[in-house]
């Protein structure tokens, strides 16, 4: 192992593999050399992506689904939406790991490290990293996707929630899933003045990712809460009696609108949830960290150095703040809105307003769907606090 690279990627998960990925696949790069830091070895299926997308990436292949339409269901508004032109994909993390280690061990230009970067500093012109296990490296320039849910809170003026949730992959007796129309969101379960809701992703007849999920501030009290939900929503809204649970999976995403500081020294630069990639108001990351992985690489191949990046327009982040805003106040009523803009909208331009692809233009009709006095009243007191 050497001591020396030319990038050091502090974390190893989605945001810097991509990185990684997208560097090593550029010619001008060639000759760089990279090495990953992560305690965790990526030998698990420990999480599943979704995402949407009209264009390609170089993961869309390994979906383990993609389905041009999904489904909504809320107690006012049921139906099978159209997403085309774009469609919507569920893709295995030990899939996406497996595609992309292999990918960086041909390129030659990657070393894997397990150990917890313990700090960094900068000096003679190189950022130092520092395990704990006492190792120490020297790159020009490192990025940092460590993180805690921390990080995205104690700041009053900012709205902080969390995207908390647990899935069972189930498989049953009979053939009971319509594999193909996944369900984006279905809202009938009690929502306890918070935004809760279910989707189903159906891999075959009888198997689907069933995955309960709360839009709040606070996480629910005990473990089991999550698992009530789940079993009453499979056995009560479902109607499935018999089920074996093959896989399950857990996660907490910070949705926050406090600023981050990316370039953290003149070495260093996060990226990934870390850098706030996950969107404030849905909590989706994994699209935006490959868009943010090939900005940072076209920099590097133009600047020599890895800042000259777009952040996403500020109008977003003044919707997502408003949407914030409103699942903070009037979280039980949030389905409502969704049944606003669902049932009022094509899906694509939703889809895609979610995704920070839209024109002004379209952002105002998705506008006018919705009860126009809260939303606006909501966003007024964003624009006048500087939320
Ligand atoms: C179960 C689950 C389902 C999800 N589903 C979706 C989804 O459908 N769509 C979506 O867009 N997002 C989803 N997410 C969010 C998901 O976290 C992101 O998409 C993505 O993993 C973010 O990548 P990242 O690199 O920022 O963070 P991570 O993948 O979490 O990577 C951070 C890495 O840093 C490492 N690390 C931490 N501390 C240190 C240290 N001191 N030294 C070295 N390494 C360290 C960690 O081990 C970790 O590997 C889901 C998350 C979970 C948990």
Redesign the pocket.
């Given at each position: 192992m050497h001591t020396e690279y030319d990038y050091i990627m502090?974390?190893?998960?989605?945001?810097?593999l991509m990185l990684a990925y997208a560097i090593t696949q550029s010619n001008e790069l060639k000759d760089k050399r990279l090495l990953i830091?992560?305690?965790?070895v990526?030998n698990q299926n420990?999480?599943?992506?979704?995402?949407w997308h009209a264009s390609t990436t170089p993961f869309d292949h390994l979906a383990a689904k993609k389905w041009p339409q999904v489904s909504f269901k809320a107690p006012k508004f049921e139906a099978k939406l159209s997403t085309l032109p774009l469609h919507y994909y569920m893709l295995k993390g030990i899939d996406f790991y497996e595609f992309i280690q292999k990918k960086l061990q041909e390129s030659g230009q990657v070393e894997f490290l397990q150990d917890?970067?313990s700090h960094t500093s900068e000096q003679n012109g190189y950022a130092q990293v520092h395990t704990q296990s006492q190792k120490q490296f020297s790159c020009a320039y490192c990025f940092d996707?460590?993180?805690q849910l921390s990080d995205f809170e104690g700041d009053e003026r900012c709205i902080s929630l969390l995207q908390h949730f647990k899935g069972y992959l189930i498989q049953t007796p009979h053939d009971v899933f319509d594999i193909e129309c996944p369900t984006l969101f279905d809202f009938n379960i009690p929502q306890h003045n918070e935004v809760r809701f279910v989707y189903t992703l159906p891999l075959a007849p009888n198997k689907a990712l069933i995955e309960f999920t709360i839009f709040s501030s606070a996480l629910l009290p005990q473990m089991i809460d999550y698992d009530i939900a789940l079993k009453s929503y499979i056995e009560e809204n479902l109607k499935i009696d018999s089920y074996q649970i093959l896989e399950k999976?857990?996660?907490v995403?910070p949705m926050s609108n406090k600023p981050i500081t990316r370039k953290t020294g003149k070495y260093s630069l996060k990226?990934?949830?870390?850098a706030g990639?996950?969107k404030a108001s849905t909590?989706?990351?994994?699209?935006r960290?490959w868009r943010d992985a090939q900005q940072i690489t076209a920099s590097l191949k133009k600047q020599n150095h890895p800042f000259q990046i777009t952040p996403t327009a500020p109008r977003f982040n003044v919707y997502d703040s408003t949407i914030m805003n409103l699942m903070l106040t009037r979280g039980g009523q949030i389905q409502d809105y969704f049944t606003d803009l669902f049932s009022k909208n094509p899906t694509e331009r939703l889809l895609r307003f979610l995704d920070d692809q839209t024109s002004l233009p379209e952002e105002l009709l998705l506008m006018s769907t919705v009860p126009t006095r809260t939303f606006a009243s909501s966003m007024t007191k964003i624009l006048v606090n500087k939320i």
């Open positions: 502090l974390g190893g998960g989605a945001a810097a830091i992560d305690p965790v990526k420990d999480r599943t992506w979704c995402y917890r970067v996707s460590r993180f999976e857990k996660g995403i990226i990934g949830t870390a990639m996950a909590g989706y990351v994994f699209l960290c």
